[in-house]
Every structure is written in C-alpha cells, then in structure tokens.
C-alpha cells in the first residue's frame, strides 16, 4: 500500500515549457488535491476533484489545468511555465471532501529559471 | 486568502516543556484539522474536530476549538525532540483552507 504518490521528485523546467505532474493514490479515495507550498505561504489550494469526473478551482488556478484521469490518477499541467511557478507541488486525496483528513504525498519540487 | 492563520509563527522550547499553538479563521466552518510537516517532506494528519465539539485528545496532543471566538489551539504536552516540525491548522467546508503554519523546534 503506497499511498500517494508523486512523480516526479525534481523537475527544472525553462521559461515556456510545459510538464504534467503525476499524482496516483491506491486507497480508493474519492477526493483529490493539488497544493503549492512558497516559503512563508504555507498549502494553497491549485485544484480539486471532490469525485471522478469533476474538477474545481481553488485558490490559485491560474496557469494550471488539471485531469482526473481516472478514480486513481489526478495530473497537474502547466502550459507555459513561469518563474512564478518555481514551488513545491503536493498532491493529497482523502475519501470525500468534508469530514474527512486528506493524505499527501512526497512532493514534487519544481524550479523554473 | 487563507483561511487559517496560526500564531506563533515561530515557537522555541526545552525538551519536556508543552507547546501551544493557535489558530485563527474567518468564515463559520463544520471542521477544523490540525496537520504535522517534517522539513522536506509531505503533510501528516494529527487530528480533526468538528464544529460542534469543544475539546478533542489523541495521545500528547489535546485540541480545542472556539467557534464564537473562531479560534483553535493545539497543545502537545511533554515535546520531544521528534516533535520538531512545522504545525498547520486547515479549517473550513470543502474544501479546506490551509494556514501558514507554525515551526516548532524542541530542543534536547
């Protein structure tokens, strides 16, 4: 039982590209995250997918999509990646989206020069 | 804008000594949660409680919660050096808001 789990650790990426971050959790949950964390900002919510099949903003949307690809599978893409974007990215799931603690997994830490 | 802001934002103890921290929100919520990060890692949950429920334990670990006053503390009694981390309260509906955290460091 893994969990949840991120790919990949590291990334550094160039002004422009573009990269999808893979999330995948194993423990049938419904309900999955993307975070950011900056220093000093603590967990910002990118976006959400309270069930398979739906996907919501959160916080800071802006510059990202995202893809339930499946119940397991949640992906995080960035079309043209920006210095602002230089963060650590955690993906969670939890078994629904109220009442319940969300699990994270490792982080991927992404620099953009 | 987040949700929960914790306070202190830094806190510094002896190995033995309780730690407490809080947490204000802004808007009614149905639940409050309180989560532990070890540096470089991802976020672990320590504990949730509801909004109609006053004081909650688990292990070392007692959380309260005061709605009229949207505030929660978290006291982790007799620390340990193993409890150094950053603590993040996230409170809320759906979905859950995250505050900035509070780094804790328990020297032995």
Same mark, same amino acid.
Not at chain 1, 96 to 99: A, E, K, L, Q
């Given at each position: 039982n893994a969990g949840v789990t991120q790919t990949p650790k590291f990334q550094v990426l160039k002004t422009g590209q573009s990269m999808t971050l893979q999330c995948a959790q194993d423990m049938n949950h419904n309900s999955m995250y993307w975070y950011r964390q900056d220093p000093g900002m603590g967990l910002r919510l990118i976006y959400y997918s309270a069930s398979e099949g739906t996907t919501d903003k959160g916080e800071v949307p802006n510059g990202y999509n995202v893809s339930r690809l499946n119940k397991r599978e949640f992906s995080l893409r960035l079309e043209s990646a920006a210095p602002s974007q230089t963060s650590v990215y955690f993906c969670a799931s939890s078994p629904? #989206? #109220?009442?319940y603690e969300q699990y994270f997994g490792p982080g991927t830490r992404l620099t953009v020069t | 804008s987040q949700q929960g802001e914790e306070d202190p934002q830094a806190l510094s103890i002896q190995e033995g000594e309780n730690a407490t921290m809080n947490c204000s929100y802004k808007t009614s919520i149905n639940n409050l949660q309180w989560y532990r990060q070890n540096s470089g890692r991802g976020l672990v949950h320590l504990i949730l409680i509801r909004s109609n429920e006053r004081e909650k334990h688990s292990g070392r670990l007692r959380v309260t919660l005061d709605t009229s006053k949207k505030s929660s503390s978290l006291l982790i009694t007799a620390s340990r050096a193993a409890d150094t981390a950053s603590y993040f309260c996230a409170a809320g509906n759906t979905p859950l808001v995250f505050g900035k955290g509070t780094r804790l460091s328990v020297i032995a």
């Open positions: 629904g #989206t #109220t009442y | -």
